[in-house]
């Protein structure tokens, strides 16, 4: 005998409500699995720009030390220039205030200058003309003047004046 007028449909396994709460936790585990993957892909790139980043960093740090290298050896050139033109620029001057000393009766032949002092050569008329007009103005720059006359034959007198002294340089001028 039945006790029911319809006919007993069959129970699934599992019920919709169940089947919604699996859906659910199997999209969230493969969303979880998913951005874990990221996570770790994106960490182990981030690992290898790092690694790639320190590498370019000891490489700009080494170019950099080269470059700072170069500039302080530029910077000394560029000192050394500026005391050399600035030895060259007192040399000029005291070659032509030398030159401005020697009056227009004198002749110079040579002059040469060195650490030590001055020594000139030339020609004078005679011997008061080269110690009134030249050999004062010598005695207020240098501390010791030295001078030798040779008479030539036509009266005049060859010199040569040693003066030790002051001017510190280290060159020959001719003339």
Do not use: C
Request: proline residues 4%; aromatic residues 10%.
């Amino acid at each position: 005998m039945a006790y029911s007028f319809l006919r007993p449909n069959p129970k699934p396994r599992i019920d919709t409500d169940s089947r919604i709460l699996a859906i659910f936790l199997v999209v969230t585990l493969l969303i979880i699995v998913a951005f874990t993957a990221f996570l770790w892909y994106r960490s182990d790139t981030m690992r290898r720009e790092i690694a790639q980043m320190r590498q370019q960093e000891g490489i700009m740090k080494s170019r950099m030390a080269h470059k700072r290298a170069q500039i302080a050896r530029i910077e000394r050139l560029v000192r050394k220039y500026d005391a050399i033109e600035t030895n060259n620029d007192l040399l000029k001057d005291s070659i032509r205030n030398l030159f401005d000393l020697v009056p227009d009766q004198i002749t110079l032949t040579r002059a040469v200058l060195d650490r030590n002092g001055l020594a000139l050569y030339g020609v004078t008329p005679s011997k008061e003309v080269y110690n009134y007009l030249l050999l004062a103005p010598l005695k207020s720059v240098f501390k010791r003047s030295t001078t030798t006359f040779y008479p030539l034959k036509n009266g005049w007198y060859r010199f040569v004046s040693i003066n030790e002294g002051s001017i510190e340089a280290g060159s020959e001028v001719e003339r």
